[in-house]
């Protein structure tokens, strides 16, 4: 199972669907991967680094982020 972030009601599941709705954000490769595309996972990017880094609160709950 891989990584979901909940924004509002649109849930984000690939690097493109992240980037469109977070475009000022760096993202920030999970070690265990090479590099990324567009429609990988969320599992390349590490999501609780992305967030601290942009300031963006969150909750996590297993695989799943929520933008509080």
Known sequence: MCQTVRKGTVFIETVG??????????????DC???FRDDDC????????????AGIEYEAEGMEYTIT
Do not use: T
């Open 33 to 35: 991967y090479e590099d």
């Open 17 to 30: 669907q992240f980037k469109e709705q977070f475009p000022a954000v760096d993202l920030i490769k999970n």
């Open 42 to 53: 969320l599992c390349v990017l590490e999501l609780d680094d992305v967030f601290d880094k």
